[in-house]
């Protein structure tokens, strides 16, 4: 390999910052313009009729509440679930690493749609659709093998030592986990939670076949727009989303803890 | 007594790793289980740490030997890495409900038996790989445990340092009166602190011994391999007569073996040159640390010795008479 001077590599840093920025300067480009047609390079007239638009729609807030009560809701169960089954996965010997693999990555290699439209069906019989409860279930569904590939990642570089030292200092399971187990996946959690959150807070097929229309969230706005070509709306949108995504990692960094000493391994 | 353990078995699905293990730990007593890597020496500790399952009645303590008083050091030390020195040593104080001053002074004294004083408040991957030792064993010791159950302790440090550490392993244990069932697949290490040895190979005992006992008279060809030792001379023997080309000696039988066996003779054993004797013949000769170490022909095998109490030349023919009677095997 051809080693780069520290200047070279700054510079092909810095363009490649640039390159994956760029799509969100557009974004706030098209969000603030008024007209924007070929062969101009730069919106014609800066407005905030987008910004307007969309802070008078009477869906718009109830939307990003909705939005997050669900991620987070989603990102709570999933990882409840995970930890759990990740930690089994990762000690037992029964079944090889590879048959794992495909269980955990299941439910993104069957068709979506299938699986929501049958869902749609089941969930009509137990009067789960237009619930949230509903949504938050199907969500955990398609978070989960996110949650389960990185926290039993996690798990199998954490091995049994750590607890088997505690268990043999006499401490017990309970203060095991908690002073143990919890601290030292915290990196793991908080890659995993961010991750089930983005993941869910960007769902929009399951979201609107078992949502049924009664509960709207952001996505569910933001998609006609950008399918019509309601360009500046739709980025406007966007940024709103990108904006509570960051939000919503954010708080779950701080949530779960982050980084303590010692935990980056 | 202070710990048993009896008819000890352990599989893997269909692997037998340990199959029908039994012996005794002594108050005070320093036992090391020897065997090669994958014989289930750590599986047994686990299971007399009581961290692994296994049958009730089959590990029983005695005297003022419990279960909470039994604590095993991991060969990896697995110091806690979000925790400080402090907090490591405290973990089990803490966690055996102790009060704060009390959990305090216990620790300040430790610290410092320990030769940890200034290194309180450091993080495990600010200390060297003595110093991780020497907290893990203080986490442990700390508990005032009756049975210390160490997991090749030494293992993952340099020669200079496994030498300072067992030399303070034996201090400790002098001053604080604790047995400790050592595993380890290092002979030196067992020779040298263990004060019964429990050879371990392939899941059984094969041994139980003084290391002395097992140096100089192991109890098969298995145990004699594990150990290190290859002076093994082909021969017949009868009752307690050995014989094998130009060798004629009185020996140890104690399996009463008839006929075809092998004679052993340990390399470091006491070797004196006199008239008579065993015959043999020096075929090379070469300088180390610890003496000459001389390679014999005796009665058609060559045999390898390092304690003769003179110097012999290439070339030469010599009697040669051992200080202890030797013992003969099965092939």
């Known amino acids: 390999m051809v080693k780069l001077s520290s200047k070279t590599s700054y510079y092909l840093l810095l363009l490649t910052a640039f390159v994956l920025l760029l799509p969100m300067l557009f974004l706030v480009l098209w969000s603030f313009s008024d007209r924007w047609m070929y062969p101009s390079l730069f919106p014609e007239k800066v407005a905030l009729k987008s910004l307007n638009q969309m802070r008078l729609d009477p869906s718009f807030f109830p939307a990003v509440l909705n939005s997050f009560f669900i991620a987070i809701a989603t990102t709570f169960i999933s990882l409840l679930i995970a930890m759990p089954a990740a930690k089994y996965f990762s000690l037992q010997k029964l079944l090889a690493p590879r048959w794992i693999e495909v269980m955990i990555y299941l439910p993104l290699i069957l068709p979506a749609i299938a699986i929501v439209t049958s869902t749609q069906t089941l969930f009509l019989q137990v009067h789960l659709t237009g619930t949230f409860f509903g949504i938050i279930l199907i969500h955990t569904y398609f978070c989960l093998p996110y949650a389960m590939q990185i926290l039993l990642e996690s798990y199998r570089q954490l091995g049994e030592g750590y607890q088997l030292t505690a268990e043999s200092l006499g401490a017990k399971p309970w203060t095991i986990f908690w002073s143990i187990t919890w601290p030292l996946m915290r990196p793991g959690l908080t890659t995993a939670a961010s991750l089930v959150f983005i993941v869910s807070f960007s769902q929009y097929l399951p979201t609107f076949f078992i949502g049924g229309g009664k509960i709207i969230t952001l996505p569910l706005l933001l998609l006609p727009y950008a399918n019509n070509g309601r360009f500046g709306l739709a980025s406007m949108y966007s940024v709103v989303f990108l904006l509570c995504t960051m939000l919503g990692v954010f708080i779950l960094k701080k949530a779960i803890g982050g980084v303590t000493y010692g935990t980056e391994r | ?331």
């Open chain 2, 1 to 331: 007594m202070g710990l048993s353990v009896k008819n000890i078995q352990l599989s893997y699905g269909k692997k037998e790793i340990i199959r029908d293990v039994s012996f005794e730990v002594k108050a005070g007593e320093i036992v090391a289980l020897f065997g090669p890597s994958g014989s289930g020496k750590t599986s047994l500790l686990k299971m007399i740490a009581g961290i692994q399952p296994v049958s009730k009645e089959k590990i029983t303590f005695t005297e003022d030997f419990t279960q909470e008083k039994t604590l095993l050091v991991f060969q990896d030390f697995w110091l806690f890495p979000h925790m400080t020195v402090v907090e490591n040593i405290s973990f089990g104080l803490k966690v055996r409900k102790f009060a704060k001053d009390k959990i305090a002074e216990k620790v300040e004294k430790i610290i410092e038996v320990f030769d940890l004083t200034g290194l309180e408040k450091q993080y495990p991957d600010q200390l060297s790989g003595g110093q991780k030792q020497r907290v893990a064993l203080a986490r442990a010791v700390v508990l005032e445990p009756k049975l210390l159950l160490l997991d090749e302790p030494f293992a993952n440090l340099d020669q200079q340092l496994k030498i300072t550490m067992r030399e303070y392993l034996r201090r400790l244990q002098e001053t604080y009166q604790f047995s400790i069932i050592l595993v380890t697949h290092d002979r030196d290490e067992a020779f040298q602190l263990a004060d019964r040895m429990v050879i371990l190979l392939k899941g059984e005992i094969h041994q139980i011994d003084e290391p002395k006992e097992i140096y100089y008279h192991p109890a098969g060809r298995l145990v004699a391999e594990a150990i290190g030792e290859t002076n093994l001379v082909r021969g017949v023997v009868q009752k307690d007569i050995f014989r094998a080309e130009n060798v004629e000696l009185r020996v140890h039988n104690p399996r009463n073996i008839q006929g075809e066996s092998l004679l052993f003779i340990p390399i470091g054993i006491e070797t004196s040159i006199q008239n008579s004797g065993v015959l043999a013949f020096v075929k090379r000769s070469e300088w180390t640390p610890n003496g000459q170490q001389v390679l014999l022909e005796i009665g058609n095998t060559e045999c390898t010795l390092t304690n003769l109490s003179e110097k012999v030349k290439v070339g030469e023919e010599v009697y040669l008479t051992f200080s202890e009677t030797l013992t003969v095997m099965r092939p």
